[in-house]
């Protein structure tokens, strides 16, 4: 079972940035993929960007360009670095992991963008 930990959410006004951290913990071997969903109010959650083991990354064409995901595989830490925040990515940012086929989510961190 992997555990997963978020923090960094809060509220920044329209064009700021936020940096979003999610540590792993528990059996943390052989996860493949990192990512980050996002749920907004009455929205289904869709997936932000993940990255894998081998480092290569995916992101949403929403995102793409304005979000960095990274990882740090000695600390157990993937981070998504949010520049040029819209109110459209107002939601609560969820972290994931995939593991032998199994995936584990952390229980999220809000983000809201309003001046």
């Known amino acids: 079972q992997v555990q997963l930990v978020e923090s960094g959410g809060g509220l920044v006004q329209p064009g700021g940035s936020l940096t979003l951290s999610c540590a792993a913990s528990g059996s943390i071997l052989n996860i493949a993929s990192l990512g980050w969903f996002r749920q907004a109010p009455g929205k289904q959650r869709e997936l932000v960007a993940s990255?894998?083991?081998?480092?290569?990354?995916n992101y949403a064409d929403s995102v793409r360009g304005r979000f960095t995901i990274s990882r740090d595989n000695a600390k157990n830490t993937v981070y998504l670095q949010m520049n040029s925040l819209k109110p459209e990515d107002t939601a609560v940012y969820h972290c994931?992991?995939?593991?032998?086929?199994?995936?584990?989510w952390g229980q999220g961190t809000r983000v809201t963008v309003s001046s």
């Open positions: 990255i894998h083991v081998i480092g290569g990354a």
């Open positions: 994931h992991s995939l593991r032998l086929g199994s995936g584990s």
